[in-house]
């Protein structure tokens, strides 16, 4: 059960837009849109902030945004704030698996 | 409100067993499919095992398959996961989480439990 593909790291200023990207394959993230973000700030639980794809749950700022093409989906958070600071991870629906997620390794943000 | 409670982690030998348990409430539990996702030190998520609602439909990573079992108790609202023959790379916050209604994606989590295995 292979994890998706995140950078490690990526960073911008205040009020900047920035994108992580999550790659997979045809039996993942290509084959089902099922790809969901999560957000874990240091010593907290991860939470929820997309969902199949490109849907924010009741609460999630508007500033976060999903979206996906081919085996890649992206997480484009604009406005960046202080608070966006935190590990995000991807997760996606798969067939290659019979516990059927998996995840990315996470991408640490960092607001400059 | 939903609240998802761990508890049961600790430190236990290699080879040691554990039963982490998970109480569920502010929600109808018997009405969604469950897991257990861990995250060693420093290391990302990783799902570790899912149930159905009824307990009739119970999947494993592959590294855990014959040492860990996953189990639910729908009259006590409660999630367990029995780990037994640890090695030193289970160790790692055990996060209880429900699986949203549509079943694909987790929609709430619990704030986590220490397992740790070492001699």
């Known amino acids: 059960q292979s994890a998706l593909t995140q950078p490690a790291s990526v960073s911008g200023s205040p009020g900047q837009s920035i994108t992580i990207s999550c790659t997979g394959t045809?039996?993942?993230?290509?084959?089902?849109?099922?790809v969901s973000w999560y957000q874990q700030h240091p010593g907290k639980a991860p939470k929820l902030m997309i969902y199949?794809?490109?849907n924010r749950p009741s609460g999630v700022s508007n500033r976060f945004s999903g979206s996906k093409s081919g085996n890649t989906a992206s997480l484009t958070i604009s406005g960046l704030q202080a608070e966006d600071e935190a590990d995000y991870y991807c997760?996606?629906?798969?067939?290659?698996?019979?516990?059927?997620?998996?995840f990315g390794g996470g991408t640490k943000l960092t607001v400059l | 409100e939903v609240q998802l409670v761990e508890s049961g982690g600790g430190l236990v030998q290699p080879g040691g067993s554990l039963r982490l348990s998970c109480a569920a409430s502010g929600f109808t539990f018997s009405s969604y499919w469950m897991s257990w996702v861990r995250q060693a030190p420093g290391k990302g998520l990783e799902w570790v095992a899912n149930i159905k609602q009824d307990g009739s439909e119970k999947y494993y990573v592959d590294s855990v398959k014959g040492r860990f079992t996953i189990s639910r108790d729908n009259a006590k609202n409660s999630l367990y996961l029995q780990m037994n023959s640890l090695r030193a790379e289970d160790t790692a916050v055990y996060y209880c989480?429900?699986?949203?209604?549509?079943?694909?994606?987790?929609?709430?989590w619990g704030q986590g439990t220490l397992v740790t295995v070492s001699s």
């Open positions: 045809s039996s993942d993230v290509g084959g089902y849109n099922y």
């Open positions: 997760s996606s629906y798969t067939s290659s698996s019979t516990l059927n997620w998996v």
């Open positions: 989480a429900r699986i949203a209604v549509a079943a694909t994606e987790i929609d709430y």
């Open positions: 199949d794809v490109s």
